[in-house]
């Protein structure tokens, strides 16, 4: 697979990340035996090492801040110096690169 290139600076694929992570790959395969809870972890082990891996560091921070801490879009806006048409672009676009991420499941 190749590997994911950005303008200036090249990127791991997420297929190489999860690499490292040898039990989340063996145990993502999806069976039937897993309890919610387990899939809750892998989920939310996949969304860390995503996040990491395949954001840039805006889509990163505009993620974090609106989903983890909650803040509203002005206000991350305001504390990047940002408009808030620019953040809302940076989570959609996050979203997109998150939501293609989730074939690797």
Request: some cysteine; glycine content about 2%.
């Amino acid at each position: 697979m190749k590997d994911i290139i950005k303008s200036r600076r090249k990127k791991l694929s997420l297929t190489d990340s999860l690499c490292e992570y040898g039990s989340f790959l063996k145990y993502s395969s999806g069976s039937e035996n897993t309890s919610k809870s387990e899939k809750r972890k892998r989920m939310e082990a996949f969304l860390r090492i995503a996040i990491k891996n395949e954001l840039t560091e805006r889509q990163r921070t505009c993620i974090y801040r609106y989903y983890f801490d909650r803040m509203h879009v002005e206000d991350i806006a305001a504390m990047m110096g940002l408009k808030p048409t620019t953040v809302y672009k940076h989570i959609r676009l996050a979203r997109k690169a998150l939501k293609k991420c989730s074939v690797y499941l």
